[in-house]
T-cell receptor
Framework: DSGVTQTPKHLITATGQRVTLRCSPR?????VYWYQQSLDQGLQFLIQ???????AKGNILERFSAQQFPDLHSELNLSSLELGDSALYFC??????????FGEGSRLTVL | GQQVMQIPQYQHVQEGEDFTTYCNSS?????IQWYKQRPGGHPVFLIQ?????EVKKQKRLTFQFGEAKKNSSLHITATQTTDVGTYFC?????????????FGSGTILRVKS
């Protein structure tokens, strides 16, 4: 158990819909990272937050947004969903610039 | 931008055989991390290498960081079925206010018993 909690574990929705994925980092970790893992691709960095502020951005689509709340949990919002958005979405947390602790992921299926 | 390449993409070995995966970065890295993802699981941190030419061992796993800090390798001696999974290397890319960990494409290891 990494200490990072992600909900929901599985989500099935239709194209055009909007979903919110939630992440609670390990106790004491201020940094939260979001990654997308598709079947034919590795781990693609989406965005990083540190203590409530956005710090780094990857190739995150404009249809996607995220935020980190004062209690340090984070949410990733995916809107106008397309079939290609089907993937595993991982949240990870870290103390600083060291190792990442990954949650178990949220598997999104867009039909 | 910074790229981290890994080879091979896939390796299927007989139990007891050795296995090596190689990681190459287009830029010099301050450190490199290795992760393992079991089938159906999430990436789990294995190790971080920081120094040029560093070699670290964890039981049957040997990790190396190149002298130029642009490449790294993971070698598993006498593979076991428990070694099955995808092995990722990852290097940090520092940005203006934060950083991202750039992952290699991963090497999928299958072990035949």
């Amino acid at each position: 158990d990494s200490g990072v909690t992600q909900t929901p574990k599985h989500l099935i929705t239709a194209t055009g819909q909007r979903v919110t994925l939630r992440c609670s980092p390990r106790s004491g970790d201020l940094s939260v990272y979001w990654y997308q893992q598709s079947l034919d691709q590795g781990l693609q960095f989406l965005i990083q937050y540190y203590n409530g502020e956005e710090r780094a951005k990857g190739n995150i689509l404009e249809r996607f947004s995220a935020q980190q709340f004062p209690d340090l949990h984070s949410e990733l919002n995916l809107s106008s969903l397309e079939l290609g958005d089907s993937a595993l979405y991982f949240c990870a947390s870290s103390v600083g610039n060291g190792e990442l602790f990954f949650g178990e992921g949220s598997r999104l299926t867009v039909l | 931008g910074q790229q981290v390449m890994q080879i091979p993409q896939y390796q299927h070995v007989q139990e007891g055989e050795d296995f090596t995966t190689y990681c190459n970065s287009s830029t010099t890295l301050s450190n490199i991390q290795w992760y393992k993802q079991r089938p159906g699981g999430h990436p789990v941190f294995l190790i971080q290498l920081v120094k040029s030419g560093e070699v670290k061992k964890q039981k049957r796993l040997t990790f190396q960081f190149g002298e130029a800090k642009k490449n790294s390798s993971l070698h598993i001696t006498a593979t076991q079925t428990t070694d099955v999974g995808t092995y990722f290397c990852a290097g940090p890319r520092y940005m203006e206010y934060g950083n991202k960990l750039v992952f290699g494409s991963g090497t999928i290891l299958r072990v035949k018993s």
